[in-house]
C-alpha cells in the first residue's frame, strides 16, 4: 500500500466530470459514506463542491483493509485514476458517470460520530443543529446557501462598482440613539460612565458622506438591533446599503433593480421584470391588505358596498351608518371549500377582532351562503357582478373599521393563497410600494413617531399638512417586496435645516433633543448639503428568499437563536470581575 505524502489536491470532489476520464487525480474531504460490497468497497468522498465515489479493490491487500477501517466524517486524501461507471452511472449525481479507482490514500484525522448525519435532510433538533454548526454547515443545503451569499457579495460588489459607487466603511462604534429598536451598548474604559452603541444602521454616516461630496456611496454593512427575535430577524444583520446625490426616486430604483436582477440572475438564472411594478401604500393596503403585497396570488379586496344598496341586512346597514366599510375578495375555485374549512376562517380572522367572516358560494344550483337570505336577488347578482365570480367561485365578505378589515382580508389571501394557486408559488413578482405615510401612531401612548425613520422627506404636495394634518402626510419612502415579504426599502432624504427640526418636532423630538442626538448630522448639514436618497436591502433576507430559505438562520453562517444565543460558543457570556472594574461596572441581579 502506498500513502498519500505531501501530496497538492488537484481536483475538488464535485468538479470530476466525464472529460475527466483517464487523469490521475489527488483529492481530499470527508467520507460520506463507506460500503463494504464483498469483492470491492465503495466511499463517498465529500467536499465543498461535492460529492464523487471512490473505489477500492482487494488485489491491494493493505489499501484494501485501510479502506474497510473508513467511518463516516473522517478526512482523508487520495490518489487514482479518474474511470467511467459505464452503466452503473448515477444520473442524480453532478460526478455520476464517473468515480476514482483508488491507488494511494492518506487518513488526515478522525472523526467521533457525529450527533447528527451529514445529509441534505436531518430531523435533528434546531438547537442541536447550532450547538453543532460547524456540522450543520457541512450539509449541502447550508453549503449551497452560504455559497450562494458569497456569491451576492461579489455580484453586488461588481454591480456597484460599475455603476460609480464607492465602498466606503463607517464605525460600528458610534453614539446611541434609541429611537426604534433598543440598541447594543458598549461601554467605554477610557471615559468611565459613558457608552458607546452599536449602530441599527449606517444612516447618518452615509448622509453626511453625500454632504461630504462622495456622491455615490455603497457598504454590505453590518448593523445591531437588540430586538425579539423570529425567523426574519437576528440582533446582527447585513444590508446592502447605499446612498447617492443629486437624484429622484427614480434614479435610486432603477440602481437597486439593477442589483436584485444581477442577483436573481446569478443565483436563480432568472429575469427581473421590466418595469418593476409600482403600488402607492394606500393602494396595496386598499386591494391586498398588506403593505408588502404577495402578488403571486390573484385575489384583490373589493368595495361591496355598491352591491347591498337596498338591503336591509343588518350587518351591513348597521356598518355603513357607522362609518364603517364592506370589503370583499374572490377565490377562484373556492367553492369546494367544507363547511369545516370555511369555519377554520373564521378562526383565522379572530386575531383581528372579528367573531368571522361571511361567504357566498356560487354553485351549480345557485348561491349559497348564511347570509343569502338577507340580500335580495339584485344584490346577490351585483355581489357577483362586482366580484366577477363565476360557478365554482367564492366570495369572502367582511364588515367593520377599514383598517382590521382590510388586514384581515390579507390575512385570508395569505392563508388561500398558496392552496388554490399553488402553481404560482416557485414564481418571483416583485413590487415597489411607495408614498406611505410619514407618521404612524404608538397604539399605547398615540405619539406620532416616523414610519421609517425622521431622516425622511415628505412629498413636496403635503408640506403644507405637516402643522395641521400630520398623519395626511406622505413620505417619499419606497419598498422593494417579493412575493410578500420586504426585501428592502428606502427615501429621499431631508436635506433643509427647517424642514428636518419641524420633522423631530412632530415626533416629540425638540430642537436640544435634536441637537444631543443628531448635533453632529444637523451641524453638517449647515454646510451645503445635497439634495440626496438612499435605500437598504437585507442581504439576509434577499438571499434567503432567492434561495428558497424559510429562515435568515438559513443563509447565516453563525446565526443565534430566538433569545440572541450562540449555543456553539455560548453566548453571550459572563466575564471577570476585573474586566467589570476596568469598564467601572457592576451587575446587580
Given at each position: 500500500?502506498?500513502?498519500?505524502?505531501?501530496i497538492?489536491?488537484?481536483?475538488?470532489?464535485?468538479d470530476?466530470?466525464?472529460?475527466?476520464?483517464g487523469?490521475?487525480?489527488?483529492?481530499m474531504?470527508?467520507?460520506?459514506?463507506?460500503?463494504?460490497?464483498?469483492?470491492?468497497?465503495?466511499?463517498?468522498?465529500?467536499?465543498?463542491?461535492?460529492i464523487?465515489?471512490?473505489?477500492?479493490?482487494?488485489?491491494d491487500?493493505a489499501l484494501?483493509?485501510?479502506?474497510k477501517?473508513?467511518?463516516?466524517?473522517?478526512?482523508?486524501?487520495?490518489?487514482?485514476?479518474?474511470?467511467?461507471?459505464?452503466?452503473?452511472?448515477?444520473?442524480?449525481?453532478?460526478?455520476?458517470?464517473?468515480?476514482?479507482?483508488?491507488t494511494?490514500?492518506e487518513?488526515?484525522?478522525?472523526?467521533?460520530?457525529?450527533?447528527?448525519?451529514?445529509e441534505?435532510?436531518?430531523?435533528?433538533?434546531?438547537?442541536?443543529?447550532?450547538r453543532?454548526?460547524?456540522?450543520?454547515?457541512?450539509?449541502?443545503?447550508?453549503?449551497?446557501?452560504?455559497?450562494?451569499?458569497?456569491?451576492?457579495?461579489?455580484?453586488?460588489?461588481?454591480?456597484?462598482?460599475?455603476?460609480g459607487?464607492?465602498?466606503?466603511?463607517?464605525?460600528?462604534?458610534?453614539?446611541?440613539?434609541?429611537?426604534?429598536?433598543?440598541?447594543?451598548?458598549?461601554?467605554?474604559?477610557?471615559?468611565?460612565?459613558?457608552?458607546?452603541?452599536?449602530?441599527?444602521?449606517?444612516?447618518?454616516?452615509k448622509?453626511?458622506?453625500?454632504?461630504?461630496?462622495?456622491?455615490?456611496?455603497f457598504?454590505?454593512?453590518?448593523?445591531?438591533r437588540?430586538?425579539?427575535?423570529?425567523?426574519?430577524?437576528?440582533?446582527?444583520?447585513?444590508?446592502?446599503?447605499?446612498?447617492?446625490?443629486?437624484?429622484?426616486?427614480d434614479?435610486?430604483?432603477?440602481?437597486?433593480?439593477?442589483?436584485?436582477?444581477?442577483?436573481?440572475?446569478?443565483?436563480?438564472?432568472?429575469?427581473m421584470?421590466?418595469?418593476?411594478?409600482?403600488?402607492?401604500?394606500?393602494?396595496?393596503?386598499?386591494?391586498?391588505?398588506?403593505?408588502r403585497?404577495?402578488?403571486?396570488?390573484?385575489?384583490?379586496?373589493?368595495?361591496v358596498?355598491p352591491?347591498?344598496?337596498?338591503?336591509?341586512?343588518?350587518?351591513?346597514?348597521?356598518?355603513?351608518?357607522?362609518?364603517?366599510?364592506?370589503?370583499?375578495?374572490?377565490?377562484?375555485?373556492?367553492a369546494?371549500?367544507s363547511?369545516?374549512?370555511l369555519?377554520?376562517?373564521?378562526?383565522?380572522?379572530?386575531?383581528?377582532g372579528?367573531?368571522?367572516?361571511?361567504?357566498?358560494?356560487?354553485?351549480?344550483?345557485g348561491?349559497?351562503g348564511?347570509a343569502?337570505?338577507?340580500?335580495?336577488?339584485?344584490?346577490?347578482?351585483l355581489?357577483?357582478?362586482?366580484?366577477?365570480?363565476?360557478?365554482?367561485?367564492?366570495?369572502?365578505?367582511?364588515?367593520g373599521?377599514?383598517?382590521?378589515?382590510?388586514?384581515?382580508?390579507?390575512?385570508l389571501?395569505?392563508v388561500?393563497?398558496?392552496?388554490?394557486?399553488?402553481?404560482?408559488?416557485?414564481?418571483?413578482?416583485f413590487?415597489?410600494?411607495?408614498?406611505?405615510?410619514m407618521?404612524?401612531?404608538d397604539?399605547?401612548t398615540g405619539?406620532l413617531?416616523?414610519?421609517?425613520?425622521?431622516?425622511?422627506?415628505?412629498?413636496?404636495?403635503d408640506?403644507?399638512?405637516?402643522?395641521?394634518?400630520?398623519?395626511?402626510?406622505?413620505?417619499?419612502?419606497?419598498?422593494?417586496?417579493?412575493?410578500?415579504?420586504?426585501?428592502?426599502?428606502?427615501?429621499?432624504?431631508?436635506?433643509?435645516?427647517?424642514?428636518?427640526?419641524?420633522v423631530?418636532?412632530?415626533?416629540?423630538?425638540?430642537?436640544?433633543a435634536?441637537?444631543?442626538?443628531?448635533?453632529y448630522?444637523?451641524?453638517?448639514f449647515?454646510?451645503?448639503?445635497p439634495p440626496h436618497?438612499?435605500?437598504a436591502?437585507?442581504?439576509d433576507?434577499?438571499v434567503?428568499?432567492?434561495?428558497?430559505?424559510?429562515?435568515?438562520?438559513?443563509v447565516?453562517?453563525?446565526?443565534?437563536?430566538?433569545?440572541?444565543?450562540c449555543l456553539?460558543?455560548?453566548?453571550?457570556?459572563?466575564?471577570e470581575?476585573?474586566q467589570?472594574?476596568?469598564?467601572?461596572?457592576?451587575?446587580?441581579?
Amino acid at each position: 500500500m502506498r500513502f498519500v505524502n505531501e501530496i497538492a489536491r488537484t481536483h475538488r470532489c464535485g468538479d470530476l466530470r466525464a472529460a475527466d476520464i483517464g487523469k490521475k487525480v489527488a483529492l481530499m474531504g470527508w467520507v460520506q459514506q463507506q460500503r463494504d460490497l464483498g469483492g470491492q468497497i465503495f466511499v463517498a468522498l465529500r467536499d465543498v463542491a461535492g460529492i464523487v465515489q471512490l473505489r477500492f479493490i482487494p488485489e491491494d491487500e493493505a489499501l484494501y483493509a485501510a479502506a474497510k477501517a473508513l467511518r463516516s466524517e473522517w478526512v482523508i486524501g487520495i490518489e487514482g485514476t479518474v474511470e467511467g461507471r459505464g452503466g452503473n452511472a448515477n444520473k442524480n449525481m453532478a460526478t455520476g458517470e464517473v468515480e476514482v479507482a483508488v491507488t494511494a490514500l492518506e487518513v488526515m484525522s478522525k472523526s467521533d460520530p457525529v450527533p447528527f448525519p451529514i445529509e441534505e435532510e436531518v430531523d435533528a433538533h434546531e438547537d442541536t443543529r447550532l450547538r453543532y454548526r460547524y456540522l450543520d454547515l457541512r450539509r449541502p443545503p447550508l453549503q449551497r446557501r452560504i455559497l450562494a451569499r458569497a456569491k451576492a457579495n461579489f455580484l453586488t460588489r461588481e454591480y456597484l462598482n460599475a455603476k460609480g459607487f464607492l465602498e466606503i466603511e463607517t464605525p460600528i462604534l458610534v453614539n446611541s440613539t434609541p429611537e426604534g429598536a433598543r440598541d447594543y451598548l458598549v461601554p467605554s474604559r477610557v471615559q468611565p460612565g459613558t457608552f458607546y452603541a452599536l449602530p441599527q444602521s449606517p444612516q447618518t454616516f452615509k448622509q453626511i458622506l453625500m454632504v461630504s461630496g462622495f456622491d455615490r456611496y455603497f457598504q454590505i454593512a453590518r448593523c445591531f438591533r437588540d430586538e425579539d427575535l423570529r425567523a426574519d430577524r437576528q440582533p446582527e444583520f447585513t444590508q446592502i446599503d447605499l446612498e447617492m446625490s443629486f437624484i429622484k426616486e427614480d434614479d435610486i430604483m432603477e440602481v437597486a433593480e439593477g442589483i436584485m436582477g444581477t442577483l436573481l440572475k446569478g443565483l436563480c438564472d432568472k429575469e427581473m421584470p421590466n418595469p418593476v411594478p409600482r403600488m402607492t401604500w394606500q393602494d396595496a393596503m386598499d386591494f391586498y391588505g398588506s403593505d408588502r403585497p404577495d402578488l403571486r396570488f390573484p385575489m384583490r379586496i373589493f368595495d361591496v358596498a355598491p352591491a347591498v344598496v337596498g338591503s336591509e341586512f343588518k350587518v351591513f346597514t348597521d356598518t355603513l351608518a357607522s362609518g364603517g366599510v364592506l370589503r370583499g375578495m374572490r377565490v377562484d375555485g373556492g367553492a369546494r371549500l367544507s363547511r369545516k374549512d370555511l369555519d377554520g376562517l373564521n378562526e383565522a380572522v379572530a386575531r383581528f377582532g372579528f367573531k368571522g367572516v361571511l361567504w357566498f358560494k356560487w354553485e351549480a344550483d345557485g348561491v349559497k351562503g348564511p347570509a343569502t337570505k338577507f340580500l335580495t336577488p339584485a344584490n346577490l347578482d351585483l355581489l357577483k357582478a362586482t366580484a366577477s365570480a363565476n360557478e365554482g367561485d367564492l366570495v369572502l365578505v367582511m364588515a367593520g373599521e377599514w383598517a382590521p378589515v382590510v388586514s384581515a382580508l390579507g390575512h385570508l389571501r395569505l392563508v388561500l393563497g398558496p392552496q388554490f394557486y399553488a402553481d404560482r408559488l416557485n414564481t418571483f413578482e416583485f413590487l415597489w410600494v411607495h408614498r406611505f405615510p410619514m407618521f404612524d401612531r404608538d397604539a399605547e401612548t398615540g405619539r406620532l413617531m416616523a414610519m421609517h425613520h425622521p431622516f425622511t422627506q415628505p412629498a413636496p404636495e403635503d408640506y403644507h399638512l405637516l402643522d395641521s394634518n400630520p398623519t395626511a402626510v406622505r413620505a417619499r419612502a419606497y419598498d422593494l417586496v417579493l412575493n410578500g415579504t420586504e426585501l428592502g426599502g428606502g427615501s429621499i432624504r431631508i436635506h433643509d435645516s427647517e424642514m428636518q427640526a419641524k420633522v423631530f418636532e412632530a415626533i416629540g423630538i425638540n430642537r436640544e433633543a435634536a441637537e444631543r442626538k443628531f448635533g453632529y448630522m444637523l451641524d453638517a448639514f449647515r454646510f451645503g448639503p445635497p439634495p440626496h436618497g438612499g435605500l437598504a436591502f437585507g442581504m439576509d433576507r434577499v438571499v434567503m428568499m432567492l434561495t428558497g430559505g424559510t429562515s435568515i438562520r438559513d443563509v447565516i453562517a453563525f446565526p443565534k437563536t430566538a433569545r440572541a444565543s450562540c449555543l456553539m460558543t455560548n453566548s453571550p457570556s459572563e466575564v471577570e470581575d476585573s474586566q467589570l472594574k476596568e469598564l467601572h461596572l457592576n451587575i446587580t441581579k
